[in-house]
């Protein structure tokens, strides 16, 4: 199971970290990805961790703003956003998948946590 937290109320250009911890299974063989998504838009590949070598791969629209790390000691991996704008606001999810890559379709993966909202005022 996974939990994803974290979200919340921030000021354009400001950082927020959120953070996706595992319960029941390690996370150590899995890929973690976020996701993030807006009313009556499918889901958007965001960035992820490959579990081989600590790999991240970054969309386009985050890359240089938002960094992947993995605490496997503690489960968890995170997500820093940082010069966030006001097209950040969605709904963020993390998902896992025991794959050695890290594929961008949300069909790809078998575990996801739920989302936390994330909201950039301007």
């Known amino acids: 199971q996974l939990q994803a937290s974290g979200g919340g109320l921030v000021q354009a250009g400001g950082s927020l970290t959120l953070s996706c911890a595992a319960s029941?299974?390690?996370?150590?063989?899995?890929?973690i990805v976020w996701f993030r998504q807006t009313p009556g838009e499918e889901r958007e590949f965001v960035g992820g961790?490959?579990?081989?070598?600590?790999?991240?791969d970054y969309a386009d629209s985050v890359k240089g703003r938002f960094t992947i790390s993995r605490d496997n000691a503690k489960n968890t991996v995170y997500l820093r956003m940082s010069s966030l704008k006001p097209e950040d606001t969605a709904a963020y999810y993390c998902?896992?998948?025991?794959?050695?890559?890290?594929?961008?379709?949300?069909?790809?993966?078998?575990?996801w946590g739920q989302g936390t909202l994330v909201t950039v005022s301007s």
């Open positions: 998902a896992a998948a025991s794959y050695r890559v890290i594929p961008r379709e949300v069909k790809a993966y078998d575990y």
């Open positions: 029941g299974r390690t996370l150590t063989t899995y890929s």
């Open positions: 961790v490959s579990w081989i070598g600590g790999r991240t």
